[in-house]
Every structure is written in C-alpha cells, then in structure tokens.
C-alpha cells in the first residue's frame, strides 16, 4: 500500500493556478487546509486568486516559458517559501497545427510550447528537490494527458513535451527513492477536459471533477493517476499499441 499524502497545512506550489483545472485544484486544496503558491502569468488573475481566498493564496507572477522568471521564481522561493511541501507542475500551452504547412513564424510557437511544458517543469521539479527533500514528506506531481501515451497529429509539439515530461518523472520517482527521499513522485494522466485548453469536442470532463479525481489519486499516493477516459486508454494501448495510436491520431 502506497503512503498517504495529506494537504493538511501544505505548502503546495501549484503553477497555472488561476485558470482551467489549475484554479480548481486551487478550489479544492484550500479547504482541505492547504496553503497555494499560485503562479501565472496575469496579474488581474492572481489578483482575483488572491480576492477569492484571502490570506490562503500567495502569488507569482512568472512566464514560465522565460528563463529568467523561472529562475527568479526558484529564488523567491527559496527565500520566502523554504517550507513549502508540494509542488504541482500543472500549467501548459497546447498549439495546434501541421507541421507540414508550417511557417517560419511558428519556429517560436514551438520554442515556446517546449519551454513552458517541458523545460519548465524540469527545472522546477530539480529546483526544489533540495527545499522539498528538507521536508519530512513531499510531493512533486507532473501533469500530462492521454496524449503522452499516444499522440495526435495535428499537436506534434505538444504530444512530445508532455511524453518528455512522462519519461523525465519516472526517471526522477526512480531516483528519489534510490536515494532515500521522502518525495512522492506522481504523474497525472488527465483525460479531455472542458477549459481553454482543448479541442473544441462534445463530452469533455468537467474541471472540477479532474481536478478532484487528481487530488485523490495523489492523496492515495499513486505514482500515476489516471483520469476518466485515460484509464481505457491504458488498457487498450497495453493490449495494442497501434490500435491506440489510431484511436488517438485524429482527436
Ligand atoms: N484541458 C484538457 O483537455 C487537458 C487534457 C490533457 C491534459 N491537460 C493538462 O492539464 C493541465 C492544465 O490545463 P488546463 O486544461 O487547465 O488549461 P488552461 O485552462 O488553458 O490553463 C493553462 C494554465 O497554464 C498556465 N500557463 C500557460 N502558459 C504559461 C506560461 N508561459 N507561464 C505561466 N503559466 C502558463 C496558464 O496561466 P495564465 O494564462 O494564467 O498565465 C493557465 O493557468 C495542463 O498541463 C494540460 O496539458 C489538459
């Protein structure tokens, strides 16, 4: 049986925290008795973050596709917030288009889309082992999609920054515990949900609800939580891979 992990009097650093499944989570993990780190990159949202649990929500602004806010943030952090407990790598940009017709222009599309998916939650994640490592347990939970299992064909750039991100977190599960580390290293899988995000597409999961299965999963201490719909997904691409690669190519 996996540890529990408790939100009680958390320090969770949760990026992309005033929108979509981020804002729910948000939601969801101040009752439970958690204290947010909210980052994003909109003042007026972090604003309205902060109006709508006062004194829960700390905030930072950060363009987490630039070096340099990371690197300030990684900062702020270890100043200001050293007993934080949790980080959750949460935000994400998602592009459509072929790369077949693809212009010049789209080259920093993609510089973009790689920096704020991957490159990010990388350096966060090793940023903060060190704070996190300090603490008597913690949490890092990445979150990926479906799409990470098999891509789709018209969000390559996408598909590929969050199948990186899956690799890179069973690395670092491994590595924190062959080093001993209380440090539950999670991954989301999440299903088609209903934000910004996604495709337009009928049947997609209402925010809340993954945004409450996430916080289960991660509560019941599993290294992976797999949200809705992702679950089949699993099994078909266990049973056949091409079958699933078909299933999901035309999303
Ligand atoms: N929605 C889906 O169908 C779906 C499916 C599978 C996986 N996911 C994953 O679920 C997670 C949450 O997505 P969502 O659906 O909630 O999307 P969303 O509503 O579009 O929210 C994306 C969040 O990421 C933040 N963000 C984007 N670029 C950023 C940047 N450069 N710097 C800082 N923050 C940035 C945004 O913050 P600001 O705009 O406030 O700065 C926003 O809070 C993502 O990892 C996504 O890949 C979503």
Redesign the pocket.
């Known amino acids: 049986m996996p540890a529990r992990f408790d939100f009680q009097g958390r320090k969770v650093v949760l990026?992309?925290?005033?929108?979509?499944?981020?804002?729910e989570l948000t939601r969801l993990l101040v009752p439970r008795g958690a204290r947010i780190v909210a980052?994003?990159?909109?003042d007026g949202?972090?604003q309205a973050l902060r109006d709508e649990f006062p004194g829960k929500v700390d905030t930072r602004a950060?363009?987490?596709?630039?070096a340099r806010?990371i690197a300030d943030l990684v900062d702020w952090m270890a100043v200001d917030h050293r007993d934080c407990s949790a980080l959750i790598?949460?935000?994400?940009?998602?592009n459509h288009g072929m790369l077949t017709g693809m212009s010049d222009t789209r080259l920093q599309d993609i510089a973009?889309e790689i920096?704020?998916?991957l490159t990010?939650p990388l350096k966060l994640a090793a940023a903060m082992l060190p704070l996190l490592s300090a603490r008597g347990s913690a949490l890092i939970a990445n979150?990926?999609?479906?799409?990470a299992i098999a891509p789709k064909r018209d969000a390559a750039v996408?598909c590929a920054t969050?199948a990186g991100l899956r690799s890179f977190t069973r690395s670092l599960r491994d590595q924190c515990r062959h080093a001993g580390l209380p440090i539950q290293v999670s991954e989301v899988v999440?299903?088609?949900?209903?934000?910004?995000?996604?495709s337009d597409a009928p049947r997609?999961?209402p925010?809340g609800r993954a945004a409450s299965d996430m916080l289960r999963g991660l509560e019941n201490g599993l290294d992976e939580v797999w949200i809705e719909k992702t679950r089949l997904l699993r099994i078909v691409h266990r049973l056949s891979p091409n079958l699933a690669y078909r299933i999901m190519r035309g999303r």
Do not use: E, F
């Not at 790598?89 to 998602?94: C, D, E, I, K």
């Not at 999440?190 to 996604?198: E, F, I, N, P, Q």
């Open positions: 990026t992309g925290a005033a929108r979509g499944i981020g804002l980052v994003g990159r909109g949202a972090l950060a363009n987490l596709s630039q806010d790598n949460n935000a994400a940009v998602m973009t920096a704020t998916n990010a979150v990926t999609t479906g799409l996408y969050k999440m299903t088609l949900v209903d934000t910004t995000l996604s997609k999961y925010p």
